[in-house]
């Protein structure tokens, strides 16, 4: 027995009209973009449903790379059949002798799109379902939960049967909600942020502050390995690498301790928005978690905001730590996280940042930095790279000697 083909269903289904067009074009273009490389794979978007013919492909990988494809509810590998009786009735055995045990339970569910169709789902379930009891060994039927379910989905076309439903990721087809900038460090809860903002059919930038020499290479090639894990749900990801360390001593040097932290985070989300303007984003994401640490309390919060007024959306804010932990190591994001290199923000986190900084002590404070020049320097030294699926950054051996 071989499927002939997978057959996908599309999620969020209230979506109509245009949009509806625009869900289902981005879909294809994603799924496409995932299967690029299975050659004999076509792909047929339809308006209820999506039509990947294998073409002698390997479902196994099929099925593995649908699984990251947002904007899929289920799907189901199936065998095209012609809209004939006796056709259908020789696939749904052929398709039971192949997963059918002496002894176990089974039921036939029809479902009619063509409402033309000769037999409705009622005789269809009654006459397949028949036929299969008069051919299998030790047969029984049972409605409530049985071991196999033979889904039949009679529409235009052809006859499609299964005995399989697999769920995909659900969300929104990455790109339908648009463009923003995502604040990524090499921490647990931005990796997670950014695919919840994925998940929503948000096409993010990586935007990633580094601080040479205070930072070493490594947890530069630590963010990007980590993007390399997200883009297995998008095809690929822009990651920009902002130089920091400048910014970093000056406030260091010429303002209160105190202070340090809020205006550090001023500064990353004024250059953060500085990018998302130039690259046409409409938000800028990233993975603060309300009450998490200093900087993240409801005051750090506004305090650092204060510098734009560009929609900033915090997918884990209301997230326990151990929920995020838990979403981190389902995306494989987690063991990446944990090691243990060095970034920006801890080299220069001073010991007791301010939990209720004032806005407008953080306005009073920079006026003593030249925050126009930084600003541009900063912007002037970026570096633009694509990050493929799985790319890597780290190499194991010195990633090794640096955990002894
Ligand atoms: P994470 O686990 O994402 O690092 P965190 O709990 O360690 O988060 P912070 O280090 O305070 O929290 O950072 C809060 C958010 O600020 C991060 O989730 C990220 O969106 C952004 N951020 C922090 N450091 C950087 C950086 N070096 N580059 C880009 N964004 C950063
Ligand atoms: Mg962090």
Request: charged fraction near 25%; hydrophobic fraction near 40%.
């Amino acid at each position: 027995m071989q499927y002939t083909e997978v057959m996908v269903r599309y999620g969020e289904l209230s979506t109509k009209g245009k949009n509806r067009k625009d869900f289902i074009g981005r879909l294809a273009g994603n799924v496409e973009k995932v299967l690029a490389d299975l050659e004999n794979v076509k792909i047929y978007p339809k308006h209820d449903r999506m039509h990947i013919v294998l073409n002698g492909a390997s479902l196994e990988e099929v099925d593995r790379r649908l699984k990251k494809v947002f904007g899929i509810q289920t799907y189901s590998p199936v065998i095209r059949t012609e809209k004939t009786l006796e056709a259908i009735k020789k696939t749904a055995l052929e398709i039971m002798q192949a997963v059918y045990k002496s002894g176990m339970t089974f039921k036939v569910n029809t479902k009619r799109a063509d409402h033309r169709f000769e037999y409705d789902t009622n005789q269809l379930n009654l006459m397949v379902g028949d036929y299969l009891f008069d051919n299998l060994p030790n047969p029984k039927v049972e409605m409530k939960h049985p071991d196999v379910v033979l889904r039949l989905e009679v529409r235009q076309d052809a006859v499609y049967i299964s005995n399989q439903l697999l769920h995909g990721p659900g969300g929104m087809p990455v790109g339908t909600a648009g463009k923003a900038v995502m604040m990524l460090s090499g921490g647990i809860d931005s990796p997670v942020a950014s695919y919840l903002a994925l998940k929503r059919g948000v096409d993010i930038e990586m935007v990633h502050f580094f601080s040479p020499p205070y930072t070493s290479d490594k947890a530069l090639a630590k963010a990007k390995e980590l993007t390399g894990i997200l883009a297995n749900y998008c095809g690929k990801i822009t990651f920009i690498a902002v130089p920091f360390a400048e910014i970093q001593e000056t406030i260091k040097e010429k303002l209160p301790e105190g202070y340090l932290m809020t205006i550090q985070r001023r500064f990353m989300l004024r250059l953060a928005d500085m990018i998302r303007e130039k690259r046409k984003g409409l938000a800028i994401f990233n993975g603060e978690s309300v009450g998490q640490v200093a900087s993240q309390t409801l005051e750090s919060m506004a305090a650092i905001n204060n510098v734009t007024t560009t929609p900033v959306i915090r997918p884990v804010a209301t997230m326990d730590k151990t929920e995020i932990i838990r979403l981190a190591e389902e995306i494989g994001t987690f063991d990446l996280s944990v090691m243990p290199f060095e970034d920006c923000c801890t080299i220069f986190a001073p010991p007791r940042p301010k939990t209720k900084p004032k806005i407008e002590k953080a306005i009073e404070y920079e006026k003593r930095l030249d925050v126009e020049g930084l600003l541009q320097r900063a912007m002037e030294g970026i570096e633009i790279s694509t990050i493929k699926p799985n790319e890597k950054f780290i190499d194991d051996q010195t990633a090794d000697q640096d955990l002894l």
